[in-house]
């Protein structure tokens, strides 16, 4: 019986080199900095000078040189700008998603577990008897054969049906995501930066699906005034603008994605820190920052019931604790019958997963 294998610890052989060490921290900051480089830069020289992060050895020349050999930025540009390049793009997605979700292993399938027994890819432990309709590739020989030689002897081997088994599979559902995203002013108001966290969730979320559920689907959507798309590469620049909250432009958008998708099972994931301040009437803005207003509520429950009536289920993600805004997101939510989480800033990512992978109704404390 092979047990359990004990070596000497050597610290040395986790330990990162310079370049990586300082990698980390260029990639935190360009999520900060919304994937401006020059910036993100002039951040790790301020930093080097406070915390001496390198040495006579390996200098911040020798780090931004790695950067540009190793395919990180790229400074041909005809502005003469330093810009990320899409290796970047994509390890920025990556640890967000270690950060955030921790490290999962890649996955064929691409599908969403559900607790009904069907055809389907992961080979459940229970069997049962043959029943007419059962497909051929379901049925467990090894067991069949089993059974055929206890009830009818070696000597004349021969199979019936009363020695068919099959052995179940776990029933496996792709869904269609949308991820709306608040970039609402108040997203950086107070002097708490919220589009951060939610960018990296946005990244995250969308690492996960490419890699352990690449037949699903996730678009990003995000809103202020108006409502509009946004590629997955992107999400490294998004910036907050000088944005009312304009949720229903970001709901009608969603729904439109999702139905010229063909998935049966869909879903919008909504990150917001704030009340709908604003709708869209014909050609001008209805805006009200100061409370709740009826007519811009209404719009909101309206559409909620719309995305019921779709069987499109709305999580929302509310990334503020103001008391008053409660009673509209339980109204909103029970129209939906979705669901709807006060979420802090540190917990956003956890709460995400948690719900996205489970597809089901449960209690996150």
Not at 13 to 33: H, V
Not at 54 to 70: A, C, H, P, V
Not at 189 to 206: C, H, N, Q, W
Not at 217 to 239: M, S
Request: aromatic content about 10%.
């Amino acid at each position: 019986m092979l047990g359990n294998r004990f070596i000497r610890f050597n610290p040395k052989a986790e330990q990162k080199n310079k370049f990586e060490q300082l990698l980390d921290i260029f990639m935190q900051l360009l999520t900060y900095t919304n994937g401006d480089v020059s910036e993100a830069l002039q951040w790790m020289n301020e930093l080097d000078k406070q915390y001496q992060l390198t040495n006579n050895e390996y200098g911040m020349g020798d780090f931004i040189d790695d950067l540009k050999s190793n395919g990180y930025i790229k400074d041909d540009n005809p502005d003469g700008t330093i810009t990320l390049t899409s290796k970047s793009e994509q390890q920025i997605r990556k640890r967000s998603l270690e950060e955030i979700f921790g490290k999962l292993k890649k996955s064929k399938q691409g599908n969403h577990q559900t607790f009904k027994p069907g055809v389907g890819d992961d080979i459940a432990p229970d069997i049962r008897p043959y029943q007419f309709g059962d497909l051929l590739e379901q049925i467990d020989f090894t067991e069949s054969i089993r059974n055929a030689q206890i009830n009818h002897g070696i000597e004349r081997f021969h199979m019936q049906e009363d020695d068919l088994h099959i052995r179940e599979t776990d029933f496996k559902a792709q869904t269609s995501t949308v991820l709306m995203i608040d970039i609402s002013h108040s997203m950086i108001l107070y002097g708490e930066d919220r589009i951060t966290p939610a960018k990296k969730v946005a990244m995250a979320l969308s690492e996960l699906i490419t890699t352990k559920y690449p037949k699903d689907t996730l678009d990003i959507v995000v809103f202020g005034n108006d409502a509009w798309p946004v590629e997955i590469k992107d999400l490294p620049y998004l910036q907050v603008g000088p944005y009312h909250t304009n949720t229903v432009a970001g709901l009608e958008l969603a729904m439109d994605i999702l139905r010229r998708r063909k998935n049966t099972n869909k879903q919008i994931f909504m990150i917001t820190d704030g009340k709908p301040t604003c709708l869209k009437i014909g050609g001008r803005y209805y805006k009200n920052s100061f409370g709740l207003d009826r007519k811009i509520v209404n719009r909101c429950i309206n559409m909620a019931a719309q995305c019921k009536k779709l069987k499109i289920p709305i999580t929302t993600f509310m990334i503020a604790s103001d008391p008053y805004l409660q009673r509209f997101v339980q109204e909103f939510t029970e129209t939906n019958h979705g669901k709807a989480f006060f979420a802090s800033l540190d917990k956003l990512g956890a709460f995400i997963f948690r719900d996205f992978e489970s597809g089901k109704r449960k209690t996150v404390y």
